[in-house]
């Protein structure tokens, strides 16, 4: 398969990118008291230089008292995490790259190991987090307004702050994504819901403000995943035509590209195809898609949180899919992590060069 593929620019409204290689988000808790320091902002433009196509930020906050579980997770609010980012745009510019933030409220969470607590009880359409688990409140319809108008400030920060484009968290048993998933939403006012659409309503008004804040020629980036941590095999849509309806509401209120989660991007997302989620995505709405979920590595990405390590593995299967029209932009997340120099590797057919991925890389800004 040819790898240069993966090398031609990629142009929508705001993003105007060399090649379909974005840098996947990633937890690093390396900004303490929230303020990303010199060395997040090298980390960053080490990725720039290293040929990134568009860096997505690790997880960053918004102005919400119980929006982060860790001390060490950056916000994206206040006079000094803002002039924090504000280095890492720059540099991240400098050496020639694009980035996005990617804005985060967790919603109900575990507490952090380290004991710190945030100062308001977690939040969430309920208590829960999962079925058997619970640790916070139930958002009054106060509280969401507030944190919807959040969400608008943090994207309209970013603009100004001159990232190229915003990332939503929609994924992964976060705020949005609770949601999403009847297990933790089981309100009886208008932002629950039988049905996953009706569930949607506040992701929708989240992206409305966004769009709203950011104007029309901003592009807008939404995570999401069927899966959740207590349940790899959960389905928020359980058929293509429910997937359907929810995708097609999230991109007419906003969404220009979806980034669809897995835990391995050639697993199918329903029977009878071999279409992934991204894949399903960009078919259902016509909007762009990012495919991610062990990209260029041996094993899935929760593996590596279980001190499993990883190989680099064969692009091959990837570029059939991308050749074909699947997705657009491909998302590598570990890969890049543990080595800055993963794109130009890849493109050089440096294969001998490729770097595996140890539970060890996260200990560290590489």
Not at 38 to 49: I, L, Q
Not at 56 to 84: K, M, Y
Not at 280 to 294: E, F, P, Q
Request: charged share 20%.
């Amino acid at each position: 398969m040819n790898i240069e593929q993966l090398f031609q620019p990629f142009t929508l409204k705001s993003l105007h990118i060399p090649n379909r290689i974005v840098m996947a988000p990633m937890t690093r808790s390396f900004s303490p008291g929230g303020v990303p320091t010199d060395e997040v902002a090298a980390y960053y433009a080490r990725r720039a230089k290293g040929g990134v196509g568009l860096i997505l930020s690790e997880g960053t906050v918004i102005d919400r008292p119980a929006s982060s579980n860790d001390a060490n997770i950056p916000r994206f609010h206040g006079e000094q995490p803002l002039a924090g980012w504000q280095k890492v745009i720059n540099g991240v510019h400098a050496s020639g790259g694009s980035m996005g933030p990617q804005i985060w409220h967790m919603g109900i969470m575990e507490n952090h190991a380290s004991g710190w607590l945030p100062g308001a009880p977690f939040e969430g359409p309920s208590p829960f987090k999962s079925a058997d688990f619970q640790n916070g409140q139930a958002m009054s319809e106060a509280d969401i307004a507030d944190t919807i108008r959040a969400f608008g400030q943090a994207a309209a920060d970013a603009k100004a702050l001159g990232f190229d484009c915003v990332e939503l968290h929609g994924a992964h048993t976060y705020l949005i994504d609770q949601f999403f998933w009847e297990v933790t939403n089981n309100r009886s006012d208008g932002y629950g819901g039988k049905t996953l659409l009706e569930r949607s309503r506040f992701a929708i008004e989240v992206i409305r403000e966004v769009r709203k804040r950011v104007g029309d020629d901003f592009a807008i980036i939404l995570r999401l995943s069927q899966w959740k941590g207590s349940n790899y095999g959960n389905k928020l849509a359980k058929t293509p035509q429910e997937m359907e309806q929810w995708l097609t509401a999230l991109a007419d209120a906003g969404v220009d590209i979806f980034h669809c989660s897995q835990r391995r991007f050639w697993e199918p997302e329903f029977e009878g195809t071999d279409l992934n989620f991204a894949g399903w995505a960009k078919k259902l709405t016509g909007r762009a898609s990012i495919t991610v979920g062990s990209v260029g590595l041996s094993g899935e990405f929760l593996a590596a949180f279980r001190g499993e390590s990883s190989n680099p593995a064969s692009l091959d299967e990837l570029l059939r899919r991308y050749d074909r029209g699947d997705f657009d932009l491909v998302a590598v997340g570990r890969a890049i992590l543990a080595d800055p120099e993963w794109v130009h590797k890849v493109r050089q057919q440096r294969t001998g060069e490729l770097v595996g991925f140890a539970r060890e890389a996260l200990g560290q800004l590489i």
